[in-house]
């Protein structure tokens, strides 16, 4: 959560860490020395997201009208393809 309040938007974490004054010293003092004093803050921003989550995955899976737009392989609706016309992938001697 330190990170997601300090870095710039779209940042990474390695371009982050080395730009951080202090570096992974500085982090470390932070994180588990609680030198700021953010670490109730932080602890509690980490539960809040935690308790929002939702994975729209498993949501998907347990809606039929979602799950419609998905297959579960690239032929599984049977279309022919426009080169060959089978309805089935190649295998591995006919692609040569």
């Known amino acids: 959560m330190f990170y997601i309040r ?6 990474r974490t390695s371009t982050w ?12 003092d932070v994180v588990v ?9 932080l602890e ?7 308790d929002a989550y ?3 995955w ?6 039929p009208e979602r799950l419609r ?3 579960s392989f690239v032929n599984a609706r049977r279309r022919r393809t426009p080169r060959s016309g089978s309805c089935r992938s190649a295998t591995r001697s006919s692609r040569t």
């Open 6 to 11: 300090t870095a710039d938007r779209l940042e």
């Open 17 to 28: 860490l080395e730009r951080l004054e202090g570096g992974l010293d500085h982090l470390k």
């Open 33 to 41: 020395h609680d030198s700021l004093g953010l670490c109730d803050e």
């Open 44 to 50: 509690a921003l980490m539960a809040a997201h935690v």
């Open 54 to 56: 939702r994975d729209e």
């Open 58 to 63: 498993a949501q998907t899976l347990d809606d």
């Open 69 to 71: 737009r998905f297959a």
